[in-house]
Nanobody, 114 residues
Framework: QVQLVESGGGLVQAGGSLRLSCAASGSIFSSNTMGWYRQAPGEQQRESVAIISGSIINYRDSVKGRFTISRDIAKNTVYLQMNSLKPEDTGVYYC????????WGQGTQVTVSS
């Protein structure tokens, strides 16, 4: 069993920054894929924002150059540094880890005002 706890969301003006954290506990290995998804207001689907798997990192095009995902293996924590935030970045951000199956955190709200 894996538990994920996100933190760091909030309200910020456009152009501002936030740093999300996701602490994982349970059966976790450094080889597990971790990442961040978000669900925009009114949308049913969650979209991938940034995924890290070993040394491979993938970002959705709209956040490239603005967001940075990183991982502290010793702390079992993954971070998402979000700079130059835009109103369209608003949504609930979810942390996920995959170790045979996918686990999700409870989500943290990010609101970017114009």
């Amino acid at each position: 069993q894996v538990q994920l706890v996100e933190s760091g969301g909030g309200l910020v003006q456009a152009g501002g920054s936030l740093r999300l954290s996701c602490a994982a506990s349970g059966s976790i290995f450094s080889s597990n894929t971790m990442g961040w998804y978000r669900q925009a207001p009114g949308e049913q689907q969650r979209e991938s924002v940034a995924i890290i798997s070993g040394s491979i990192i993938n970002y959705r095009d709209s956040v490239k150059g603005r967001f940075t995902i990183s991982r502290d293996i010793a702390k079992n924590t993954v971070y998402l540094q979000m700079n130059s935030l835009k109103p369209e970045d608003t949504g609930v951000y979810y942390c996920t880890i995959t170790n045979g199956r996918s686990y999700w955190g409870q989500g943290t709200q990010v609101t970017v005002s114009s």
